[in-house]
């Protein structure tokens, strides 16, 4: 009996790793025919995809499909002379336990380059991306996590120096068929510890301790080809940017706000909004000290700002909520001008 037992539980374990192998396999091969057919499609669309032979792995607890040497080109004429990325490596899987999630990470220095400009070599402790898989539907919501992102100065040797994030946590969810007023793209953007780049004073210092965004760009986004035909379809259609919720701690500063962006008949930006400011007297001094703004302008801010302040209940620095206007490249508040924008400047179409 106890023989006759053993060989029972015998088989039925051979018969469980029999099984989860074939799964392995499975989820294996769906990994690679998906990454062939991201290849054909994106160099269809003119994309140039050049990597070494993808190494399959990951066995027992997951699919894992190790892509060397990638490079990535194209995108024009939608992004001006396209872009380049490159990173050594790239690794897509999938979890047994969780199939219907595909995870990008990758790893190493990787660089970035828009058009002609310099390279943008940057690395990251983790960085990845979880894309949600439906049977038949193209994925339209990511999720991007980053734990001590580092972007280097084009100029500089050392890829580790420039802008730096302690943390990063994006979602973005696309929606191609919405009509008119409603959100074609969601998105939230969470950052802590934001080390700006060394070389230039920070009129209100070099790190922004945290930063949150809450936002909507309303559709429809226009498919013509051309960075510039796409963005004049989408004003003439009526496209906004709404921020619907921002904060920012910089400093002496503390920034909530919310706001309605557009464009004008010159392609750029205009908009309202309303912004709640705490330490906004340091701010404004420490801007004029480093020329940010002209010591007039930040007198008769400081001036307004203070008659309209009011101190929390719960006892915090005085905090004010005041209006902001975008009109001609000028941000004003309460049509007192504080900083003048520089022109977008677009391709030719």
Known sequence: MGRKLLLGLLALTILVIAGHTLLWRWTERRLEEGYTSWVAARRMQGWSI???????GGWPLEARLT???????????????????STDRVDLSISLLHPRQLTISSDGLQRLRFSDFPDIPYTADRLH????????????????????????????????????????RIHGEIKPAAPAGEAALEFTLKATTITLPPGRTWPLGPTIAGLTVDGALNGPVPKSRGLTTRA?????????????????????????????IAL???LQPMGTGTAKLSGY????????ANNAVTKRAALAAKAV?????????????????????????????????????????WPAP
């Open 50 to 56: 050049d990597a070494a032979t993808p190494v399959p």
């Open 67 to 85: 892509v060397p040497k990638m490079v990535v080109k194209g995108g024009a004429p939608d992004i001006p002379d396209g872009l380049t990325w």
């Open 129 to 168: 991306a979880d894309i949600p898989l439906d049977p038949g539907v193209p994925p339209h919501t990511a999720d991007i996590s980053a734990v001590n992102l580092r972007a280097g100065m084009p100029a500089g040797p050392d890829s580790s120096s420039g802008l730096g994030v302690g943390e990063l």
């Open 232 to 260: 004049t379809g989408w004003r003439d259609g009526g496209g906004t940017l709404e921020i619907q919720g921002m904060h920012m701690d910089w400093g002496p500063m503390g920034l909530s706000a919310t706001a309605t």
């Open 264 to 266: 004008d008949d010159q």
């Open 281 to 288: 007297a340091e701010s404004l001094d420490a801007l004029a």
């Open 305 to 345: 700002l203070s008659l309209l302040a009011h101190a929390p209940d719960d006892g915090g620095p005085p905090e004010v909520e005041v209006p902001l206007t975008l009109q001609d490249r000028t941000l004003s508040v309460r049509q007192i001008p504080l900083s003048r924008l520089p022109m977008l400047d």
